[in-house]
């Protein structure tokens, strides 16, 4: 079959072949509690960057997944021994993290920052030695989540409008309410969407039976609904990216180089009729709605990107090594002011302010790294090659308008629990091809 695990030699690796028992169902019990307290903020309005700290509650929940990850971790520690190494970059990350604290006003925050680093790295070691033996399993288990969650916040918005509607983020007034459902933020809904349809899209390729496709085009309908009801342009713009990738790509067939171009050229072209017909019937719908930049109804009060990102390439000249890792609090005391915004609206830029030009570095190197594990996969498991790699694409594409790098937010710790379920991956199958690989060896002539 076409996109399953080959053995060296040829044939696909039958089931069994990824499905022993070493890690059983509670090695993802962290990546769901985690991933819980990232979406839902436990009632509390308009969460920014540190909403992850928002209540007793929250933060009891989030140090149990960790302590359960880390548990879990120590009793297996010789099996996951290899998951460590292929995390270095992101270790190193939160090394320099924490000595960010040396310069910071707020030194306990950066702690804080560091803790939730160093747990996002345990839950998402466990959730990859898990992975080693559930290729795809994963995939409907966090597809399940986000339609759980896709269902409530459309009952939140309608049932309890209260809570699932916002008319302004700091101070920035709106012509409409926006969607925030269970989470604390238009753009975290956003983010759910997205995800959402990633995970949907996915269980279709590995399962063809009735109710996944029930499950999945569910998924997907209410995503568009939420990213709608959002009004998350970033989130709407990356989802449709990630469509297009994943057409390109086409999991059920490796693509050529240049079959690939030849698609994306088909694609362009139809992109630009159907936007060039748009803007020709509605210039304004397109001027409004297809730019980051602007937001029908918002006030001119920083909701411009242009002007963030100015005060982000201002705040990164001012101090190259970083700002460190407190929420920006010794950045706005150092201008004398009240926090403007928690973050830069800019992946790329928000880590190079807080951690300067070492962080901007690491980061490349994660960046670099997760790239490398899912091209490994293209002659393994092209399959999962092509859904990580549009995953991947996207929030690349993403963390230009957003930001979605070093946060206790969503699409960070997706990123992290993905990449590491990759190098998981990638590890079992350079076992199980070893193992099964033949033997050339000359025999001894015992005649």
């Not at 929420?327 to 915004?341: C, E, N, P, R, V």
């Amino acid at each position: 079959m076409i996109g399953e695990p080959m053995r060296v030699g040829g044939g696909p690796m039958q089931v069994g072949e990824l499905d022993s028992p070493r890690f059983g169902w509670i090695w993802m019990v962290p990546y769901f509690l985690l991933l819980y307290c990232r979406i839902d903020f436990f009632g509390a309005q308009l969460a920014g960057e540190g909403g992850a700290d928002d209540g007793a509650l929250k933060m009891a929940i989030e140090a149990f997944s960790y302590a359960i990850a880390g548990l879990l971790i120590l009793a297996r520690l010789d099996e996951v021994k290899p998951l460590f190494a292929a995390m270095l970059p992101f270790i190193l990350y939160t090394i320099y993290a924490g000595f960010t604290a040396a310069w910071s006003d707020y030194p306990e925050s950066v702690l804080l920052r560091v803790g939730h680093m160093i747990g996002l790295g345990l839950v998402a070691i466990a959730a990859g030695a898990w992975s080693m033996q559930k290729r795809s399993s994963i995939f409907y288990f966090t597809a399940a989540f986000m339609l759980a969650v896709l269902i409530m916040s459309v009952l939140c918005v309608v049932f309890l409008p209260q809570r699932g509607l916002v008319t302004d983020l700091t101070g920035v007034q709106f012509e409409g309410a926006r969607w925030i459902g269970i989470t604390g933020h238009p753009n975290l809904l956003g983010a759910v969407a997205m995800a959402g349809i990633w995970t949907a899209i996915a269980i279709q390729y590995f399962n063809k039976q009735w109710w996944v496709r029930v499950m999945a085009w569910s998924t997907i309908g209410l995503a568009i609904v939420a990213l709608i009801g959002s009004d998350s342009r970033t989130s709407m713009f990356s989802s449709a990216f990630l469509v297009v990738v994943l057409l390109l790509l086409h999991a059920r067939n490796p693509v050529g180089p240049g079959e690939f171009f030849k698609r994306v050229a088909v694609l362009s072209a139809v992109l630009g009729v159907v936007i060039g017909a748009v803007y020709i019937v509605s210039p304004d719908f397109v001027s409004s709605h297809m730019s980051f930049g602007t937001r029908a109804g918002a006030s001119n009060s920083l909701s411009d990107r242009n002007l963030i990102w100015a005060y982000g390439i201002e705040a990164f000249k001012d101090h190259p090594m970083g700002w460190s890792y407190d929420l920006l609090q010794t950045y706005w005391d150092s201008h004398g002011k009240l926090a403007l915004f928690p973050h830069f609206h800019d992946g790329y830029l928000d880590v190079a302010v807080k951690g300067g030009v070492v962080a901007e570095m690491l980061l490349f190197w994660i960046l670099v790294r997760i790239g490398w594990s899912i091209g490994r996969l293209y002659h393994r498991d092209y399959q999962l090659f092509a859904l990580h790699a549009a995953f991947f694409a996207s929030l690349l594409v993403y963390n230009l308008a957003e930001t979605g790098f070093d946060r206790e937010a969503l699409l960070w710790p997706f990123m992290i629990v993905a990449w590491v379920s990759v190098e998981a991956l990638n590890i079992r199958l350079e076992g199980e091809t070893s193992m099964v690989a033949p033997d050339f060896r000359p025999r001894p002539d015992i005649s």
